[in-house]
């Protein structure tokens, strides 16, 4: 038994200088990161964090790591304009988009790079965006659950109020309930509606119903599109922003990109809004080997992310062999991640938990979470070890 000598937060008298509504929030449950601290001999298939199973390849870690000893001075400050680094991506952003540029194009279609601010991951991003549009009573957020959690969580430690409603039984948002809660809303009104695209935990994108919806949002409602898991499924809104300025997508370099470990998440929007979370951003937000880092993939995306087909199989082929399972529900994904839920058991919350512990401790970590169980595509060899765990469990229940 180790002994802890850090104080339980949740027995302790609250502070008196501590704002009251903290106490009763409950916070996003990280995960543990790395093999530090873990007590169990076996190594465990991490599938529950939806992050890319491959590393950066060795040359790419080298090249970084020489960059590193090279060429970042670590007594200065990094670049707090970032500005390198947001042509690469606007680049990346028109070009994955399918939008035209260059002078035969006018260059009228394509992503500028003052249309995009980059956060340390786009959780940084999100909190900006309400800091921008919802603090000191200012404004509400919709959500439609089961989504990510973030977004309510960080509303609640900036005392913004959530509105969540439900999802249709497919996982689409219920349109009409966010209508009705879009116009109930006397004060506060909702200023900020969460749409992801594939939504996680469910793993479906968007559809032509709830785009239409969005379309027709009035101005004065912001739409942050989050596009986190973009490369797997290859479909964006970004072409419509230009139509649509109170549109923002968000992205990430944490999922297909290989980057996690190094917190770069990017928006891209009008560039007013833009100038307005760089405003309100902490000058110096990302260390320079992060900058680097983000740089580097950008210039090798053609190679890393041809991974994406293998991930993408290996997704259908996981929905088939756990789609077998008669204890399960699957959904489709377009995602890198499946969406599950346990079926013909009489307390199907706990029977979860208990699953996702016990597979644990046969070596794969899942995610329960929203009412399911979410379960990341990993490597050929992780993905046979999840279905053949899971096959093997589930005759216990
Ligand atoms: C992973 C994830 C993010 C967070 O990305 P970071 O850039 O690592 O902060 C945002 N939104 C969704 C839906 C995600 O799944």
Not at 278 to 287: A, G, I, S, T, W
Request: glycine share 8%; proline share 6%.
């Amino acid at each position: 038994m180790t002994t802890t000598h850090s104080p339980n937060p949740s027995v302790a008298t609250p502070l008196p200088f501590i704002r009251s509504e903290l106490a009763s929030l409950q916070a996003y449950t990280p995960h543990p990161g790395g093999t530090e601290g873990q007590s169990v001999a076996i190594s465990i298939d991490r599938v529950d964090t939806n992050e890319n199973p491959y590393d950066l390849p060795l040359e790419l870690k080298q090249k970084l790591a020489q960059m590193w000893v090279e060429a970042i001075e670590s007594n200065r400050y990094p670049d707090g304009g970032h500005q390198r680094l947001k042509a690469e991506i606007a680049a990346y952003v028109t070009e994955s988009a399918g939008l035209s540029v260059g002078a035969a194009a006018g260059n009228e279609d394509g992503i500028l790079p003052s249309q995009i601010s980059v956060g340390n991951g786009s959780d940084e991003l999100l909190r900006s965006i309400l800091i921008a549009t919802c603090v000191g009573g200012a404004g509400s957020i919709l959500v439609a659950a089961p989504t990510f959690s973030m977004y309510g969580i960080l509303a609640q430690t900036l005392g913004i109020p959530v509105v969540s409603i439900d999802r249709t039984a497919n996982f689409e948002v219920d349109v009409t309930a966010a209508q009705t809660a879009i116009s109930d809303r006397q004060a506060a009104p909702i200023r900020v509606v969460f749409m992801v695209h594939p939504n996680s935990p469910t793993g479906n994108a968007l559809s032509a119903t709830e785009l239409d919806w969005m379309r027709g949002l009035p101005t004065d409602i912001l739409v942050v599109i989050d596009e986190a898991y973009f490369e797997f499924s290859q479909q964006t809104v970004v072409a419509e922003l230009a139509s649509h300025p109170n549109w923002i997508v968000l992205r990430t370099f944490s999922k297909a990109f290989r980057l996690a470990a190094h917190r770069v998440g990017y928006a891209v929007g009008h560039p007013q809004l833009i100038a307005t979370l760089e405003q309100v951003r902490l000058p110096y937000n990302l260390p320079s080997i992060s900058l680097a880092a983000a740089e580097l993939v950008l210039q090798h995306r053609l190679a890393l992310l041809a991974v994406l087909p293998e991930i993408t199989n290996e997704r259908d082929r996981l929905f088939v062999a756990l789609s077998k399972f008669d204890a399960l529900k699957v959904w489709r994904s377009d995602a890198n991640f499946l969406y599950v839920r346990m079926l013909g058991v009489e307390n199907a919350e706990l029977a979860m938990a208990q699953l996702v512990a016990k597979l644990k401790i046969h070596g794969t970590s899942i995610r329960h979470t929203g009412g399911g169980l979410r379960i990341s595509i990993g490597s050929p060899a992780e993905n046979d070890r999840t279905i053949a765990r899971i096959g093997d469990l589930l005759g216990s229940f």
